[in-house]
């Protein structure tokens, strides 16, 4: 007769099952068939956070990947409409930069050497093949998206968008030019923002230059101020000294004056307040160079001096530092900005000129010690910030960059993220500080290829914004018959007529930041305020023939727009997840998603960042070939995302291992099933098998009940690692306690065993599909031939009510015997030994039960009363206990140790007037002289250890039976073969259990031989 099941092989081999199932699934359009069932559906809105596309797939990228694909995965089997688009992120220094490398540019100016046109062209290129592989390699992990229609934040459409936010942004009176100090990365070139900051590894430990420096006081012959500065770049651009005025002063022997706190141990020949300082003047490190011509050096007062490190008086350059900025302003203390946008001098600071603040550093610390102005010189280790994208150390430097006043907004802000639900919840919180504290967004950068700020400053004074492409090309005067796309260079040839005076004005030529790129997607690809749908309307600009996406109208955006749920790294929230939020409160007044899951980062299995230097970085193609996509998806959906995750091929033999318990309980049924002619039936899956079920049978279905609820409420939370958690255990129970107990109904053919075990297998697998597609949808496939073509389109299991007593009776069961393993273990005697008697209290046990227990610790009695034990030490159980008692739990613990306390009913204790539960409690049972005892959560159980003849023997013979299974299998033989077996004539005792060791082996017939030292088996 045909087999209903396909064999398994004994172990899966997961990369090959996979490439076939991704083969599958494309040849019969699963995923669209999957669209198709669910359209028309309930809908959830998921929308995708861009993907730089400048790099191939990493497996720091593929955790983010995964958790998308699972809750969409997950949200599908539930029956909702969804979108699945993907983004790609295309623009800006992320691009910029990786483009540079590759063509071997160093410097802005050799960009502009090299031609702005052909660099755009680059970096589309660069765009093209990114997306091409990140498409393959997101397709192997498995993630279902609507491939080939993604958004480009390059196209004209996102550009357009983002050029409209901007208009009502300038209409609301938010958006100006700020003359500031900011953040500067000489390499790139320009300004980063605040948030641009708060990525992973911009702060980075580093060795600075830690020098002491005398400025001579103007009025006060021999006498010194003493500073302390990390960056000797600036003190060409010293401009003042500021004290603490609340602090003590003193002026030591040799003239310096220092803050009395930072020199204990010194003496002092005169001392004042800092307040009495304020207003002397000095005499500037280079007042001699041209640059500082004119500038009185003076001493002023300021709260935020730090009296923890250096001398507690404080060199101020307004131009080099953003405090000493806002402090200058407050003071009215002139401006010196000593270096241009690469970070060079400029020609007045004489022999620095053209010099990096780098290599300035050593030259400063040498000229200071030739004019003994230098105190001492050394090395300082501090955490310093670098650019998020070239790695260079930044500066500080004063220029006229664009921003969007955020004090109107922040309110708004605030109140919208108040209807988030953010997992884990306390980063609601983290948002919320940093909505409470962002300064002003600096929006534009000085590079080439991103957004081109649609600003057209006019000598008249009026500031012209372009909302639209239309608006270009209405206004423009010059230059529009050339414009390929919404980029520099084509962008900077349009002129524009302006809108007050009527001349012709010329675009500021900065880019915008790029998180204004991805912040504008729900508006962008919804179609917000759109009239009518565009099809193929995405593919604009520079994203033509990179992309299919069409662009819905305002009805559509409607439909979609909040999103349901947007995941992204914890980082984000000062970025991605901030950006959302600021563009769709400016434009609509409302938050952009309802639910965010964030999680951490990805380090090696040894616990460090990944490194392409440090040859630990794993490639995701590497992952797909050496442990598999679901293997890889497991070590991420296995991780709370609340900790950095340790991703690496050890982990991952890991998880195969457990994966094998799956796999191998499968592989029982389908040999089993098919050694029975078992049929399954399709409508099991939805009642539950309808037969005479055994309590075994009752308690798995049960069990199986339980695992779909428990699943279902861990998807809904965001919360893999509980799905995960719970599968496995699910598992374990399906495997060590129903395969293991009803073993000898599966050898017999038990038609309702193979029924109750097909159904918590076929459930099982549906529950865990999210998670693990390859391997789920394969054995859907093996044990359901007749069923929905794929697991996928079978639906979400239903969700029966469960038989809570069963499952608690049946826990206190394995509970029990978890414990009598403890007990053998602890006494050194290995599962083979039958024993005589097992004692347990504390348990409520039918006798049903207590047979099992028997059986599963080879007792021959098991009796339900009190544990008669020697000693009993109870100890509080600190980190439970601490809290909830306080004061009083030193009196406590005495009477604990002093036996003062009284044993309650289920594992609890009174000591005094307090109640101690079963887990503010560690119990010691030691038993007696012949008894091994363990205990637990109230449960002890006290084994009997004594042997006698009789049971010795019956080892024996285990032994026996365990070692011609064995050979079975070396043998290669069926499940179903039966055997003769000649033992050698010293083991004859063994045969007074003749029947037995036939009825464990399958064997027809044991004789005996003396010429033999090993039991020989044959096939009979
Ligand atoms: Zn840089
Ligand atoms: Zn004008």
């Not at 001579?216 to 603490?244: F, G, I, Q, S």
């Not at 490639?619 to 070939?625: H, K, P």
């Not at 010795?952 to 077996?981: F, P, Y």
Request: hydrophobic share 40%; charged share 30%.
């Amino acid at each position: 007769m045909e087999q209903v099941f396909a064999p398994l092989p004994p172990v899966p081999d997961h990369p090959r099952l996979e490439e076939e199932i991704l083969q599958w699934w494309e040849d019969e359009q699963v995923f669209q068939q999957l669209r198709d069932l669910n359209r028309g559906g309930p809908k959830w809105s998921f929308i995708d956070g861009p993907v730089t596309a400048n790099k191939t797939l990493g497996v720091h990228t593929a955790w983010g990947r995964t958790l998308k694909d699972v809750f969409q995965r997950y949200k599908a089997l539930r029956g909702f409409d969804q979108r699945y688009q993907n983004g790609f992120d295309c623009q800006g220094l992320w691009i910029e930069v990786g483009v540079e490398r590759q063509l071997g540019l160093n410097s802005k100016h050799e960009i502009e050497d090299y031609g702005l046109e052909k660099f755009a062209a680059k970096c589309r290129e660069v765009v093209a093949w990114s997306a091409a592989e990140l498409t393959r390699a997101c397709k192997r992990l498995g993630q279902w998206m609507d491939w080939g229609n993604d958004y480009f934040t390059f196209s004209d459409t996102n550009i357009e968008y983002i050029w409209r936010f901007l208009k009502v942004v300038d209409e609301k009176g938010w958006l100006f030019l700020g003359h500031r100090s900011t953040e500067w990365c000489p390499r790139c070139g320009t300004s980063l923002s605040q948030h641009e900051l708060s990525q992973a590894g911009v702060y980075q430990e580093r060795a600075d230059p830690s020098l002491f420096v005398r400025f001579p006081l103007l009025d006060r012959e021999r006498e010194y101020l003493v500073v302390w500065t990390t960056t000797p770049w600036t003190l060409p651009a010293n401009v003042a000294a500021a004290v603490d005025p609340e602090a003590e002063y003193g002026r030591r022997e040799n003239g310096e004056w220092v803050a009395l706190s930072r020199y204990p141990d010194a003496t002092f020949d005169e001392v004042l307040r800092g307040e009495q300082l304020v207003g002397w003047r000095y005499r500037g490190p280079y007042d001699h160079l041209p640059a500082a011509e004119g500038i009185e050096h003076r001493v002023v007062a300021w709260d935020e001096v730090s009296l923890e490190e250096g001398t507690g008086i404080v060199h101020i350059a307004p131009g080099a530092g953003q405090e000493d900025f806002d402090l200058g302003r407050r003071e009215g203390l002139p401006v010196l900005t000593p270096v241009d946008e690469a970070g060079r001098f400029y020609e007045d600071y004489g022999w620095l000129h053209g010099t990096s603040t780098g290599d300035a550093a050593d030259q400063i610390a040498g000229d200071l010690r030739e004019r003994a102005l230098l105190v001492e010189a050394g090395l300082y280790e501090h955490r310093y910030p670098h650019c998020w994208r070239c790695d260079t150390p930044l500066i500080w430097r004063v220029a006229d960059d664009w921003f969007i006043g955020v004090d109107e907004v922040r309110q708004p802000l605030l109140d919208a993220n108040a209807t988030v639900e953010w997992t884990p919840p306390h980063y609601g919180k983290r948002m919320d500080d940093w909505l409470r504290n962002m300064d002003d967004w600096n929006i534009s950068r000085r590079r080439f290829y991103g957004l081109p700020l649609p600003f057209y400053p006019c000598s008249c004074g009026q500031l012209n914004v372009i909302g639209s492409k239309a608006e270009l090309e209405e206004r423009a005067v010059e230059g529009i018959e050339q414009l390929e796309e919404l980029h520099r260079p084509w962008i900077d040839r349009v002129l524009i007529r302006c809108e007050s005076c009527g001349e012709s004005v010329k675009r500021v030529t900065e880019v915008g930041d790029v998180w204004l790129d991805a912040g504008i997607v729900p508006f962008s690809t919804l179609g917000w305020q759109n009239p009518e749908s565009i099809e193929g309307g995405y593919a604009t600009g520079a994203s033509r023939e990179l992309s299919h996406a069409d662009l819905p109208d305002h009805a559509y955006w409607e439909e979609w727009f909040p999103a349901d749920w947007v995941s992204e790294m914890r980082e984000q929230i000062r970025l991605w997840f901030y950006s959302l939020m600021f563009m769709s409160v400016a434009l609509t007044g409302r938050a952009p998603y309802r639910q965010v899951l964030t999680f951490e980062k990805l380090l090696d299995a040894e616990g460090r960042e990944m490194h392409g230097s440090w040859g630990n970085l794993i490639d995701a193609e590497e992952a797909f070939e050496r442990m598999g996509a679901d293997v890889m998806r497991w070590l991420y959906c296995q991780q709370p995302t609340t900790q950095n995750i340790r991703f690496g091929f050890a982990p991952a033999e890991e998880v195969k291992r457990r994966l094998l318990t799956l796999w191998n309980s499968v592989k029982f049924l389908v040999d089993y099933g098919n050694i029975g002619d078992f049929r399954p039936r399709l409508d099991d899956l939805e009642g539950g098998p309808d037969a005479e079920l055994q309590p075994l049978d009752r308690w798995l279905v049960a069990r199986t009940s339980q695992l779909v609820a428990d699943a279902s409420r861990a998807y809904e939370s965001f919360l893999t690692v509980e799905v995960v958690r719970s599968f496995e255990e699910f598992v374990g129970d399906l495997s060590n306690w129903y395969i293991r107990r009803s073993r000898r109904r599966f050898w017999d053919g038990d038609e309702v065993a193979l029924r109750t075990l097909w159904y918590a297998l076929v459930q099982g697998v549906r529950v865990v599909s999210p998670v693990m597609p390859f391997l789920a949808e394969h054995l859907w496939r093996k044990l359901v031939p007749d069923g929905a073509e794929s697991v996928f389109l079978a639906g979400w299991p239903e969700e029966r009510k469960q038989d809570e007593d069963l499952l608690r009776e049946i826990g206190e069961t394995r509970r029990v015997v978890r414990l009598g393993h403890i007990a053998r273990q602890s006494a050194g005697l290995k599962v083979r030994q039958p024993l005589r008697r097992l004692v347990v209290e504390g348990a409520r046990l039918s006798d049903e039960h207590a047979a099992e227990i028997r059986d599963e610790l080879r007792v021959k009695e098991v009796e339900l009363g009190p544990v008669e034990a020697t000693q009993l030490r109870v100890k509080p159980n600190l980190p439970v206990l601490g809290p909830k008692l306080g004061k009083e739990l030193g009196a406590v613990r005495v009477a604990l140790e002093t036996g003062e306390f009284e044993e309650l009913d289920g594992g609890s204790f009174r000591v005094g007037e307090h109640e101690l539960g079963p887990d503010e409690v560690l119990v010691e049972r030691t038993g007696k002289e012949g008894w091994s005892v363990a205990s637990a959560d109230g449960v002890t159980v006290a084994l009997d250890t004594v042997l006698d003849p009789e049971l010795e023997l019956e080892a024996l013979v285990l032994d026996l039976v365990h070692l011609i299974n064995a050979m079975r299998k070396e043998q290669g033989l069926e499940l179903t073969d039966r055997i003769r077996i000649t033992l050698p004539e010293t083991q004859k005792d063994l045969l007074q259990h003749e029947d037995w060791i036939k009825e464990e082996t399958l064997a027809v017939e044991i004789d005996t031989d003396g010429s033999l030292s090993e039991p020989q088996i044959v096939k009979a």
